[in-house]
């Protein structure tokens, strides 16, 4: 039995990057890791339904002691890599440090534009709307202490429209990017972590 990379996905909402993570395991697209565990701050997240159809353990966290208890679950599931997929709580210092290029992140637009505090979801599109872009799309990183500052691991364009909303943009960068880009990153990252345990 071949080794599989043991990842958390950290979501907060309706978990459409983890739909696209779980269906990429099932076509193979993700082959050197295993989606253990799903861990939410938010206990109404439809992505917790995904989870449980999909027999995948999921934990619910609450601000109160968040990175004791994150590491703790973490630790417990034996985590390798953490994707964050729509997760909005901001990563305490201290916990990224700790985990250092074992996060992966996935943001709605061609870092270094509309990226970084206060550029999350729908907003992000908004901002590219009104500067006007022509091109836009979705980037992988890894994930520092700065937001969005982490090494790029993967970019996909999508163009914009005239007649584009906020809400049109984003249904295209998801499905043209972020649900191609996301599962291709992890098994790239999974494939690097079991390279390198090899070699130790």
């Known amino acids: 039995m071949n080794k599989k990379v043991r990842i958390a996905v950290l979501v ?3 978990g459409t990057n983890l739909q696209a993570l779980i269906d990429a395991q099932k076509k193979e697209i993700l082959k050197s890791g295993k989606i ?3 861990i939410s701050n938010n206990s109404n997240a439809f992505a917790l339904k995904r989870a449980e ?3 995948i353990p999921f934990e619910i966290i609450d601000k109160k002691n968040f990175e004791e208890r ?3 679950i973490l630790q417990s599931h034996k985590i390798e890599l953490i994707v964050l997929a729509g997760f909005t709580a901001v990563l305490p210092d201290n916990f990224v440090k700790y985990y250092d290029k074992r996060i992966i992140n996935i943001h709605p637009s061609l870092i ?3 990226c970084g505090k206060g550029f999350y979801g729908i907003k ?3 901002a590219a709307l009104k500067k006007g872009v022509k091109i836009t799309g979705a980037t992988t990183h890894f994930v520092n202490e700065i937001i969005d500052g982490g090494e790029i691991i993967m970019q996909k364009a999508v163009e914009v429209y ?3 909303t906020a809400e049109k943009l984003q249904k295209r960068v998801m499905e043209f990017a972020e649900w191609i880009i996301l599962p291709k990153s992890v ?3 999974c494939e690097d972590i079991i390279e390198k345990i090899k070699i130790k």
């Open 162 to 164: 005239e007649d584009d």
């Open 187 to 189: 098994e790239k990252v």
């Open 12 to 14: 907060s909402g309706g």
């Open 70 to 72: 994150l590491k703790e």
């Open 112 to 114: 270094p534009s509309f």
């Open 36 to 38: 253990e565990l799903v």
């Open 53 to 55: 159809e999909n027999n």
């Open 124 to 126: 992000v599109h908004q």
